[in-house]
């Protein structure tokens, strides 16, 4: 599409905070009507850009979000990426990781921006984060480099100071404005007077191809945190959900766990019975080494993979993401330790 022309940009409405005003009657937030936005944010006339939206049937609040309103998202994308410069997903903050990373990984070949961003404030409020959020998020979205192609090549999270590479961030804070971080990767942008890119840290697709989306995405997968004290009992009882196909391990500092005889048979057992199970650290920021220490070196030698520096979100949705495309066990175990869209090291 040629430069001169305005630029055409999505708009997806899922549901969350930044898409709420208040009822003058009833005092109560509720979502209002994307179609009306210019009257609610009429600073959006300014950019110049022709903006279309699409609204979830039904707003979702983020904490109800599962694979089906991913895949709700990832279609409409899909069925409009030929059509418009860029996306921008309006979202609750509580799961908005989650759908970042799913979403990085179900998009295969994504060559536009798929902005992410949402408000802990409502948009209809005096003083709103959710304004700002929207602006920039659109911006970002319309951002061309000097030969016309797109800046941003990937799913990122927008919010107030910062634009983060969707797998690599999380929720950090439920009550600031910069509430997300990237603990292990730099800003893809940092947002002041200007949007200033951080084009070494832009993630560029390393093998041509056309976008090609991936809707399975198998939620047969767990969480296993550890704490000290924790039970044979309950271990072997979580190992035993029906129909389990993936673990991500919680473990502490650089990947080390309990040494108790118990606590690595149960992992064995399950591995040896086709469960994966991926090593990731509590820590908020950091990586895997299970060589390090003779209790992470016992986890390696039974068959946990190193989740390296994943984050907790893109760990499980990797998993869930490589179960949805049929691979087995031992696939997934080598597709773990493998960067698919700089979600890892």
Same mark, same amino acid.
């Given at each position: 599409?040629?430069?001169?022309?305005?630029?055409?940009?999505?708009?997806?409405?899922?549901?969350?905070?930044?898409?709420?005003?208040?009822?003058?009657?009833?005092?109560a937030?509720?979502?209002?009507?994307?179609?009306?936005?210019?009257?609610?944010?009429?600073?959006?006339?300014?950019?110049?850009?022709?903006?279309?939206?699409v609204?979830?049937?039904?707003?979702?609040?983020?904490s109800?979000?599962?694979?089906?309103?991913?895949?709700?998202?990832?279609?409409?994308?899909?069925?409009?990426?030929?059509?418009?410069?860029?996306?921008?997903?309006?979202?609750?903050?509580?799961?908005?990781?989650?759908?970042?990373?799913?979403?990085?990984?179900?998009?295969?070949?994504?060559?536009?921006?798929?902005?992410?961003?949402?408000?802990?404030?409502?948009?209809?409020?005096?003083?709103?984060?959710?304004?700002?959020?929207?602006?920039?998020?659109?911006?970002?979205?319309?951002?061309?480099?000097?030969?016309?192609?797109?800046?941003?090549?990937?799913?990122?999270?927008?919010?107030?100071n910062?634009?983060?590479?969707g797998?690599?961030? *999380?929720?950090?804070?439920?009550?600031?404005?910069?509430?997300?971080?990237?603990?292990?990767?730099?800003?893809?942008?940092?947002?002041?007077?200007?949007?200033?890119?951080?084009?070494?840290?832009?993630?560029?697709?390393?093998?041509?191809?056309?976008?090609?989306?991936?809707?399975?995405?198998?939620?047969?997968?767990?969480?296993?945190?550890?704490?000290?004290?924790?039970?044979?009992?309950?271990?072997?009882?979580?190992?035993?959900?029906?129909?389990?196909?993936?673990?991500?391990?919680? *473990?502490?500092?650089?990947?080390?766990?309990?040494?108790?005889?118990?606590?690595?048979?149960?992992?064995?057992?399950?591995?040896?019975?086709?469960?994966?199970?991926?090593?990731?650290?509590?820590?908020?920021?950091?990586?895997?080494?299970?060589?390090?220490?003779?209790?992470?070196?016992?986890?390696?030698?039974?068959?946990?993979?190193?989740?390296?520096?994943?984050?907790?979100?893109?760990?499980?949705?990797?998993?869930?993401?490589?179960?949805g495309?049929?691979?087995?066990?031992?696939?997934?175990?080598?597709?773990?330790?493998?960067?698919?869209c700089?979600?890892?090291?």
């Amino acid at each position: 599409m040629s430069s001169t022309k305005r630029p055409r940009i999505l708009m997806i409405y899922t549901g969350g905070t930044i898409g709420m005003i208040e009822n003058p009657d009833t005092r109560a937030l509720e979502p209002f009507d994307f179609d009306h936005l210019i009257d609610n944010v009429p600073k959006i006339k300014m950019l110049d850009f022709e903006i279309d939206n699409v609204q979830f049937s039904r707003p979702v609040d983020s904490s109800a979000m599962n694979t089906s309103h991913w895949s709700d998202i990832a279609h409409v994308i899909e069925d409009n990426y030929d059509g418009y410069e860029g996306f921008v997903v309006l979202h609750g903050t509580d799961t908005m990781a989650y759908t970042a990373s799913a979403l990085s990984f179900m998009l295969e070949n994504l060559d536009k921006p798929v902005i992410i961003t949402g408000s802990q404030l409502p948009i209809g409020e005096v003083r709103t984060d959710g304004e700002e959020n929207l602006i920039t998020a659109l911006q970002v979205a319309a951002a061309k480099d000097l030969d016309g192609a797109p800046i941003v090549r990937e799913v990122a999270i927008l919010f107030e100071n910062y634009l983060w590479r969707g797998n690599r961030s *999380t929720k950090h804070s439920a009550d600031q404005f910069n509430a997300f971080k990237s603990n292990n990767y730099p800003e893809l942008a940092r947002v002041g007077l200007g949007i200033y890119y951080n084009k070494e840290a832009l993630w560029r697709r390393q093998v041509p191809g056309s976008l090609k989306v991936h809707y399975g995405m198998d939620p047969n997968v767990i969480y296993l945190d550890l704490f000290p004290g924790i039970q044979e009992s309950t271990v072997k009882h979580m190992l035993a959900t029906p129909g389990l196909r993936g673990v991500i391990l919680k *473990t502490f500092g650089a990947g080390n766990g309990p040494n108790d005889p118990w606590f690595i048979q149960a992992l064995k057992e399950a591995i040896d019975k086709g469960v994966v199970i991926v090593n990731v650290t509590q820590c908020s920021n950091g990586c895997v080494h299970q060589q390090r220490y003779l209790t992470g070196l016992g986890l390696a030698q039974i068959g946990v993979v190193s989740g390296q520096d994943l984050t907790s979100e893109a760990a499980i949705t990797k998993l869930m993401h490589l179960f949805g495309k049929g691979y087995s066990p031992d696939e997934v175990r080598r597709y773990m330790e493998y960067c698919i869209c700089g979600e890892m090291c």
